[in-house]
Structure formats: structure tokens, C-alpha cells
């Protein structure tokens, strides 16, 4: 049984939390830059995460804690955690075991794929420059 | 006067939105692998950005569209979008120029910093692998 109040009340009181208490975590391989998935993280999932150097998640569909890999064996191991600006989302970079995805793909952007999009150039280094 | 109906019906069905209509949407420059910061899209706004090659949001504080730039010249010109396995995120892969966060720092999260975290590590490769 863990503790539930073991966020630093300090970090607590920087996270602007939606509705359901939540913030958008960003998971990232550590090393490749790889984006690996996207979770959801209450105040005490995000605790859990600092202080274990293993990722923990609120699973919003389930309604309950989640420890990457747990079932999976797909750990996730901490290496740096980093608020945003407005404290509404973090960015959890790790070192991935396997597959980050439950459809058993490295990411799970690649397993949602790629949508068909219109590519964007800056017009002119120089001239986006003197602007 | 831009059309209100912008998104493709086929990628509009696989979205997962919030109770507010919005997905996260995660921007990272395309070829350093920076995270650069997390916003939120409705349908209007990922039809936009799918179709003009630069990122536009929703405001949440702001309740309103916003192109990624039109005021602080820090464009996002958008290279390549992906959704993942259960359509409730968005990877937004672009060429950014200048900072992206409001703050002036070139990411959302140098700007609200690392938190202390404590770091994990795999066991040990060989042992992992035959558990």
C-alpha cells in the first residue's frame, strides 16, 4: 500500500489541473527524442513518478493507477521530469523497455499513424529574419 | 473568413475528444526532437493546421482560434501529424521558428523547468530480457 499524499506540496501548488484533477504527460525516450505516448497524471500518480524512478499514470479509462509495464513488462524508467509553463502538462523522458504502445508498436503515434497533412516552409531565412 | 468545417469527416471519427472537444496536441521540432510545448485542438483547429501548413490551437484561456505566430512572429510551420492509437493525441512534427513559448524560452518546458525527480534505471539488459 503506498502513500497517497506523496507530492512535494511545492510542485503541488505549480500544476493547473483540468477538470478530473489531471495533467497531460508527455513521454519521451531520453535518448533517441523519440515521443512515445501521451498519459494523464493526478497529484499522486505524478509523486509516484518522482520519488520510484518508475512512470505511474491515472488510467482514465480504468479509473485507476498504472504502472508502465507492470503487465506489460514495457517499463518505463525515469530520467528527467519537467513542468511547462503553465503547469499544465509534463515532460517525462525515460528509457523505454519494448514497446511504449499497447498495440505492441514503439509509439503510439505510429500505431495511430500518420494523417494526411499539407507540409509548411518558413518563406525565406533571411527575409523571416528582417521581418 | 475561414471555412468552419475544415476537417475530414474520416479523421474526425477516429478523435477521442475531451468534455470540452479538444485533443492534446504535442509539438515537436522535426529534426532535433525537441518537445516544445503541448496545446489543444478542436476539429476546426486540427482542420487548419492538416490543410494550411502552419499550427493553429484552441485557446483554452482565450476561448478562441489561435495560429501559432500572428503575433509574436514564432511561426510553427507544420512538416508532418500523426494521431495515436486512441485518437486522444495529437504528435505535431514542425519547423518552429524562434521560441515557442510565450515566455521567451525556446521550449514550454526549459521554461517552467526540470522537477526533482529520482532516477531509474533497467536492472540489467541480459536479466531483463529472459524474465
Redesign the interface.
Known amino acids: 500500500m503506498q502513500n497517497q499524499d506523496s507530492l512535494?506540496p511545492a510542485?503541488a501548488a505549480?500544476l493547473k489541473r483540468?477538470?478530473q484533477g489531471l495533467v497531460?504527460a508527455?513521454v519521451?525516450q531520453h535518448d533517441?527524442?523519440?515521443?512515445l505516448?501521451?498519459g494523464w497524471m493526478d497529484d499522486e500518480a505524478l509523486g509516484r513518478?518522482?520519488?520510484?524512478?518508475?512512470v505511474t499514470f491515472w488510467s482514465r479509462s480504468r479509473g485507476e493507477y498504472w504502472r508502465k509495464g507492470d503487465t506489460s513488462?514495457h517499463?518505463q524508467?525515469?530520467?528527467?521530469?519537467?513542468?511547462?509553463?503553465?503547469?499544465?502538462?509534463l515532460?517525462v523522458r525515460v528509457?523505454q523497455?519494448g514497446a511504449a504502445?499497447?498495440?505492441g508498436?514503439r509509439t503510439?503515434?505510429?500505431?495511430?499513424?500518420?494523417?494526411?497533412?499539407?507540409?509548411?516552409?518558413?518563406p525565406d531565412e533571411t527575409a523571416?529574419e528582417t521581418?
Open positions: 512535494d510542485v505549480r483540468d477538470e497531460a508527455i519521451q533517441s527524442g523519440e515521443v505516448m501521451l513518478t518522482l520519488t520510484t524512478g518508475r513488462g517499463r524508467y525515469v530520467r528527467s521530469v519537467a513542468l511547462d509553463c503553465d503547469g499544465d502538462a515532460l528509457d523497455v504502445c499497447h498495440t508498436t503510439c503515434f505510429e500505431a495511430g499513424g500518420e494523417l494526411d497533412a499539407v507540409v509548411g516552409h518558413r523571416e521581418r
